[in-house]
């Protein structure tokens, strides 16, 4: 079955320092990975998706598909980057969500 | 002015009572959505709808139901509130390429 798993309920890391959100997916055929933000419960918004290849906000994901990781990716984090983040992998014209990492940046 | 709204933005209600979320969109999607949010599950799918003659179930839609009154109208029921309903709803919208839009969410509380 598709799932999506984020190890990481909390990461915490302070201002300047690298991130890595993990993002890990189970699917048999050919993913198509997003990472949705949330800022502070407000709406979620779009961060990347694997097919853009494109950075947003400093943040960089790859596709591994030996490793079946989408990892989100920033090396130097900011303060206003503290929010949660969503791994999705989208099927059947829907997204399967993972539980979700809050990234806490202190300065 | 926002392209996925969802009313009321709050709401506490008693159990046992029967209560609507509403779900308005001028993105001219065909494809809309209802999901929850729970600290620790993430997003959760309850129902969703590839236009307005469509109407599926997503993975907990077991206490909820949905109309679609129009394409860009997509409300959901709980005939009869229990608290363990209680969480953040988000309404969500799709185009054919799967550009996802979100509501602001309502969030419901079940006295």
């Known amino acids: 079955a598709q799932r999506v798993t984020q190890p990481e309920k909390l990461l915490s890391v302070f201002k300047g320092a690298p991130v890595e959100l993990k993002c890990n997916y189970s699917y048999s055929g050919s993913p198509e990975l997003f990472w949705y933000v949330q800022y502070s419960r407000q709406r979620l918004q779009l961060l990347l998706r694997?097919?853009s290849r494109e950075s947003i906000k400093g943040f960089t994901a790859d596709l591994n598909k030996g490793e079946t990781s989408f990892h989100l990716k920033k090396p130097f984090a900011q303060e206003e980057d503290s929010a949660m983040y969503y791994c999705a992998l989208r099927w059947v014209q829907k997204l399967v969500f993972g539980t979700g990492t809050r990234l806490l940046v202190s300065p | 002015d926002a392209d996925v709204t969802q009313t009321p933005r709050n709401r506490i209600t008693k159990t046992g009572k029967r209560i609507m979320l509403e779900c308005s969109q001028t993105?001219?999607?065909?494809?809309m959505y209802w999901y929850r949010q729970d600290p620790g599950l993430g997003l959760r799918l309850i129902y969703y709808s590839f236009d307005v003659k469509d109407i599926n179930k997503g993975e907990i839609s077991d206490g909820y139901s949905v109309s679609r009154q129009a394409q860009a109208k997509f409300s959901l029921s709980l005939e009869s509130a229990i608290p363990n309903q209680t969480a953040l709803y988000f309404c969500?919208?799709?185009?054919?390429?799967?550009?996802?839009?979100f509501g602001s969410g309502t969030r419901l509380t079940v006295v």
């Open positions: 969500a919208t799709s185009d054919y390429q799967g550009g996802y839009t």
């Open positions: 993105k001219g999607h065909d494809r």
């Open positions: 694997h097919i």
